[in-house]
């Protein structure tokens, strides 16, 4: 099948993973070039992506579309201003015109709900950031006091979401706003276009946020709508990043997929960071949107190692004793032992992995032995590329373990751990790790601290550089953006 991806940026979690996830499964992925492709800050112009669409859509098999992207020109852009709400809409009915032209053709849209605060592009935003999430917060704390009938907590909260609006330009509150109505109408537009069938299915995927602010007003609306147009294919539930893998798994999805899901502790009650719901919900719709039923029975295990006492805390703080770990073990052992294949999916921090459980698992040769890998960012962003990577192993007939290792590479040890190490170095030499001046400095470093790792640890990978004779495995590591934020770590044969 030939499935054409309009990803909603450059970063190789929207790029590179759904190729690569369509590739193995024996799919082609029909992309833009990579002067076409947005740049950190620099979005995408639109006129590449309407010429992208249009000469390539009589070619492909299906769309798998970013609506932030077309509309936009980025996930970042999509926080901003520069696009007016005429203009959003005038790209949207790009699409529309291209399914008149294309009655049959498969379009599975994604599109972001804006997160509860703004993008953190440079050290100087971090106080913006903080305020705006505070006074999203209080703002819907207030609302829901509100509608309860509380009138002196609703004025406690306003009175809090006031004090940290106060402490913010006028400007950038006043475009916040605008930029939140822009994209709610946006996605307002979505929903009925999934409802008319110009949409195959829509992923309405809501960004960081807490359980409270201005992001439930609109869901609810959302929601509302959802039910009056009978859009039945439309979905809702936490994340961003994930989308285009989930979407382009979606679209070649043909295999009744079951999954034996097994926690390490609870249930999946807890609602992870930058969540607003409990995990398990999120679990839920994102099983119903793979096509995914659970199953004990089946020989697919996705052993979930969940965060203890049902509170998740970043991976920069990492607090997990050795019998938290070894509940999660012996969840994999026990099902290797049972002859199935045994998928990891670990969630106990935010923002990178559990450095005690894969130092443990390396340590009694079970890296090699399970099937997949992932913890990168969010739950939700964790759990729909590992959903999404099971998918694609099942179309293949076989597991990727050159991803698997790029996402212990990269979800692991460089969030888990290097991370850390280069935000600290960059910051002493007097550069920001959110908007690095000197990339150069901290890609040798980042290929430094990589190669002194594999060498006192005894990995069974190597930095291409070095690669011995006796390594299966060489591994390329970059900076994909001129931050520390995310890594592109490539596996491959030796």
Request: neutral net charge.
């Amino acid at each position: 099948m030939n499935v054409l991806l309009l990803p909603l940026d450059s970063r190789p979690c929207n790029c590179r993973w759904p190729e690569q996830m369509l590739s193995h499964a024996g799919h082609t992925c029909i992309k833009p070039a990579p002067e076409d492709m947005d740049y950190f800050r620099r979005p995408a112009e639109f006129e590449a992506q309407r010429r992208f669409l249009n000469e390539n859509a009589n070619r492909a098999d299906c769309f798998v579309l970013s609506v932030d992207k077309l509309c936009y020109g980025s996930l970042l852009a999509s926080r901003d201003d520069l696009t007016d709400l005429k203009t959003a809409f005038d790209r949207l009915n790009t699409v529309k015109e291209i399914k008149r032209k294309y009655p049959s053709l498969n379009i599975h849209a994604v599109s972001v709900i804006m997160r509860a605060s703004v993008s953190a592009l440079c050290g100087g935003d971090l106080s913006t950031y903080n305020n705006m999430s505070l006074y999203s917060l209080y703002s819907g704390i207030e609302r829901y006091y509100c509608e309860k009938g509380n009138q002196k907590a609703q004025k406690h909260f306003a009175a809090l979401a006031q004090r940290h609006k106060a402490l913010m330009d006028e400007d950038t509150v006043k475009r916040y706003h605008y930029v939140r109505e822009r994209n709610h109408a946006l996605n307002m537009e979505c929903v009925r276009m999934c409802a008319d069938g110009t949409f195959s299915s829509l992923l309405l995927l809501q960004e960081d946020a807490a359980k409270y602010g201005f992001h439930t007003a609109e869901q609810s609306e959302l929601k509302t709508l959802v039910r009056e147009t009978g859009a039945k294919n439309a979905f809702l539930h936490n994340g961003a990043d994930e989308g285009c893998c989930m979407a382009a798994m979606r679209a070649v999805n043909r295999d009744r997929i079951r999954l034996d899901i097994r926690y390490s502790y609870g249930l999946g009650g807890f609602t992870a960071l930058y969540e607003d719901r409990p995990f398990n919900v999120n679990l839920a719709d994102s099983l119903l949107y793979q096509s995914i039923r659970q199953d004990a029975s089946t020989p697919v295990r996705l052993v979930i190692h969940a965060p203890v006492h049902n509170r998740q805390t970043e991976a920069a703080a990492q607090n997990e004793c050795s019998e938290d770990i070894n509940k999660t073990i012996a969840l994999i052992r026990d099902g290797l032992t049972h002859g199935k294949k045994v998928y990891l999916l670990d969630v106990a921090y935010a923002n990178g992995g559990s450095l005690r459980l894969i130092s443990a698992l390396k340590s009694e040769g079970l890296l090699s032995a399970i099937d997949g890998y992932s913890a990168w960012n969010t739950a939700s962003n964790s759990l729909g590329s590992m959903l999404s990577s099971i998918v694609s192993d099942s179309a293949a007939g076989c597991s990727d373990h050159l991803f698997k290792w790029e996402r212990i590479i990269d979800d692991a040890l460089y969030e888990g751990m290097l991370r850390q190490r280069l935000t600290a170095a960059v910051s002493e030499k007097g550069d920001d790790p959110l908007n690095l001046k000197d990339p150069n400095y901290a890609q040798n470093l980042l290929t430094g601290e990589l190669s002194a790792l594999f060498e006192c640890e005894n990995w069974p990978l190597t930095l291409k550089s070095d690669n011995p004779r006796s390594c299966p495995y060489t591994v390329t590591a970059s900076l994909p953006w001129n931050r520390l934020f995310e890594v592109d770590i490539r596996v491959g044969n030796a």
